[in-house]
């Protein structure tokens, strides 16, 4: 009966959620005095100055209100700065959403609809409704969705609101990437070598592939984010890519014309921040370097490059600027670039709306770009000119995701956030998120937790503080990509600035296996989750002693405790086994000294089990770490981003294990499983169809994107255990083979 009501209950809750209506928000008091004082923007969750360069006027004619088109982190990012400026906002929302931290920031709320995105965030007559019902101004779409979506920009302007963003001529002028290279390259833009149009079938795809000359790049016209992307070395690589590519075009943009162009070997991938006005001025702020991806897609960025000497820089900037006045352009955009190994660049596309990694240029120009959208919008001309834009110090972003970078550099993952907390202590850190704890990352949208930015003086600065930062970032509930982040950012090449689009597979050709230690970090690990576990039964033995009446503290912690501690081995080897020896310094619960092999080690801190970070010195040296996972006889440390399943057992314990069954191994080669939740598009075999190993499938999508998957060997079909539109989770077995 309890869990039916609560079952009740949930739905009533959601149907209300949902209903076509205004949710009146209690005003924060004094929410405009907490985000600024005069004339400094400040961030209102960090409570640092960040915005120094330009100020905010308030006694400048400014909107009174306006609507975020968007959800997540880039909502609550314009939400902020639009209270700095004593603007109302007014939050859109799915009914999964309702209780999302963007709709808890805004002044009102209104829900547009079901989970799935093209049943509210993409229903443009749902979001003008809610428009006209609130009485906003003008909306601010954020990235993805609708924010270049020229139907939308145009169906506001008739209804009277101003869209926060480029005039709906320019979106549809870059928006299309085969009009645009044509644009680029009558405003004397570099341009890379390519089929200057449409590619409408497989053939007509391998031949101009084959003119071109592989490797090629097979990509949407309407493409972004890294969807409806392909390299093709070969013609079987271009007939697939166009396939796969052009099915990802449709689902996600609703446009599926593609285009050919080269592949530019060892390039890097470097953008140019531009912003203008309505009156005829335009901007540049300084490049992004954007080339550590996966799958055509962003992992970290910093600015500036230091790749790219000032001249460069000056001539991509006016590059940058030229195609901006060619449209007509009127917001904050960006011009993307190629730059091979001689710093010659070639114009890649323009994305004309706010780019999910702008708080890198805002940190280094001190120029809040959110801001000066809402001032072009409303008319406003840009309060400053290209010599008083500045280039202080230096900025990287890591986006933290929840997905197992284990799996192809990052499968998305879901569950509910257990445990959050983030790094806002670290010095120079900024934190761009749209969750908190108890918040769901769900199949329906990005699997994005935060954008974890730091800003130094300079290029080390900034690098030793997003370690930092990595470090204390504690993420509990569902798989995140914070293990790969620490290591490309301590990892030589990276520290070096020597990086190209082909950074990830040249580092990490076998794909991410977690951060490898050197034996004298092993002892580090192993010693302090001998420590640990010590400390614990030291606390049960002094509680036991308590409750007998004798002498407590001293008994427990003067014993020597015992282990046989190992680390896992790699597949078909064994775990190297090491005899352990923790005592306490003085009965000093926090001060141990562990022998292992020989050697001592000193370890003090808060030695707890129970705390979220551990801060402690190593003989000597400051180490964070993390307890992720304890169970009897094992505790899982994380150590540099890497989690460590370490194993701590009594020398008794170790002797019965030898007897212990071996759990049967899967043969995996005769079954594809989901490798993460999705669903299923395409199902391409039928029970008793003899199929050849690497063949194709299945094809699922997950967060928008296409994944195709292969038979592991030569068989015939057993079975075919799901269905196109079903929904299938991770680990699910799709087909089995004889």
């Known amino acids: 009966m309890l869990r039916a009501a609560s079952n009740f209950r949930a739905v009533a809750n959601r149907e209300f959620a949902c209903a076509k209506r205004q949710l009146s928000k209690t005003t924060r008091k004094n929410a405009t005095a907490a985000a600024t004082r005069p004339g400094v923007p400040r961030d209102e969750r960090e409570g640092k100055e960040i915005y120094t360069t330009v100020g905010i006027d308030h006694n400048e004619p400014k909107f009174d209100k306006i609507l975020i088109a968007n959800r997540g982190e ?36 209104i829900c547009v609809g079901e ?57 549809l002028d870059m928006g299309d990437k085969i009009h645009s290279k044509k644009i680029a390259t009558a405003a ?62 449709a689902s996600s943009f609703g446009d599926d014309r593609m285009l050919v162009e080269k592949f530019i070997d060892n390039p890097r991938h470097i953008e140019m921040q531009i912003l203008c006005d309505k009156h005829g001025n335009a901007l540049w702020l300084n490049e992004r370097e954007c080339s550590i991806q996966r799958r055509n897609q962003k992992v970290i960025e910093e600015a500036p490059s230091s790749f790219v000497p000032p001249e460069m820089r000056r001539k991509m900037g006016e590059q940058a600027v030229q195609l901006a006045k060619a449209v007509g352009y009127d917001s904050a955009g960006t011009v993307e670039f190629l730059v091979d190994s001689q710093r010659n660049f070639y114009f890649l596309e323009m994305n004309t709306r706010l780019q999910v ?31 008083q834009v500045p280039l202080n110090g230096w900025a990287f972003e890591s986006r933290v995701y929840a997905e197992d970078p284990y799996k192809g550099f990052g499968l998305p993952s879901v569950g509910r956030l257990s445990k959050y907390v983030e790094p806002r202590h670290v010095d120079g850190v900024r934190c761009d998120s749209g969750i908190r704890e108890g918040s769901e990352i769900s199949i329906y949208y990005d699997p994005l937790i935060c954008k974890l930015v730091t800003h130094g003086d300079n290029r080390q600065q900034a690098l030793d503080r ?14 995140h990509n914070i293990p790969l982040l620490r290591d490309i950012v301590q990892e030589k090449r990276f520290r070096s600035g020597d990086i190209t689009t082909k950074y990830l597979p040249e ?95 000193d370890i003090s801190g808060n030695l707890s089990l129970s705390l979220p970070v551990n801060s402690i010195e190593v003989n000597g040296e400051h180490i964070t770490t993390q307890i992720v996972g304890k169970r009897a006889g094992e505790i899982t440390v994380l150590y540099k981003g890497t989690p460590f399943k370490v194993q701590v057992l009594p020398e008794q314990a170790v002797k019965y294990l030898q007897y212990m069954k071996e759990k049967a191994k899967v043969d995996l080669s005769t079954v594809v499983l989901s490798p993460m939740p999705g669903a299923i598009k395409n199902v391409n075999v039928k029970p008793g169809d003899m199929v050849s190993e690497g063949q194709e499938l299945v094809v699922m999508e997950a ?36």
């Not at 619960?589 to 080690?601: H, M, P």
Request: proline letters at 3%; hydrophobic letters at 40%; one cysteine or more.
């Open 74 to 109: 880039i909502a609550c990012r314009v939400i902020k700065t639009a209270k700095a400026m004593g603007i109302k906002t007014v939050a859109v929302h799915s009914d999964v959403d309702s209780n999302s931290l963007h709709v808890k920031m805004a002044d009102e709320a």
């Open 115 to 171: 989970a799935p995105t093209a049943k509210s965030y993409l229903r443009v007559d749902r979001i003008l409704q809610a428009v006209e019902d609130t009485g906003a101004q003008a909306v601010h779409p954020g990235y993805g969705f609708l924010s270049e979506n020229t139907k939308f920009a145009a169906e506001l302007e008739k209804a009277g609101a101003k869209f926060i963003g480029p005039n709906s001529k320019a979106i």
């Open 188 to 249: 004397r833009v570099s341009m890379i070598p390519g089929y200057d149009g449409e590619i409408p079938e497989e053939d007509f795809c391998v031949k101009v592939s084959r003119e071109i000359g592989y490797p090629v790049m097979i990509k949407a016209s309407a493409g972004g984010g890294g969807k409806g992307m392909r390299v093709a070395w070969n013609d079987k690589q271009a007939r697939e890519g166009y396939r796969l590519s052009k099915q990802e075009a």
């Open 357 to 387: 990694e702008h708080p890198i240029t805002e940190c280094i120009t001190g120029i809040d770009i959110v801001q000066q959208m809402l001032r072009v919008a409303y008319g406003h001309s840009l309060p400053l000119t290209q010599e």
């Open 466 to 479: 997003m370690q930092e930062a990595l470090d204390n970032y504690v993420i509990r509930g569902v798989t």
């Open 507 to 601: 580092v990490y050709p076998e794909g991410f296996q977690g951060t490898v230690l050197t034996h004298a970090e092993e002892k580090t690990v192993i010693a302090f989750a001998a420590a640990l576990n010590a400390r614990k039964l030291a606390r049960a033995n002094q509680f036991l002693n308590q409750n007998r009446q004798r002498s407590t503290h001293v008994a427990s912690f003067s014993k020597t405790y015992k282990f046989v501690s190992s680390l896992p081995a790699k597949e078909g080897q064994r775990p190297t086994e090491h005899a352990v020896e923790v005592s306490f310094v003085d009965g000093d619960a926090n001060k141990a000294k562990v022998s292992i092999g020989g050697k001592v080690i």
């Open 703 to 738: 967060m928008k994107m296409q994944n195709s998957l292969h038979a592991g060997k030569t068989g015939r079909v057993k079975a075919v255990n799901v269905k196109v539109g079903a929904t299938v989770d991770e680990g699910e077995v799709l087909v089995e083979l004889e």
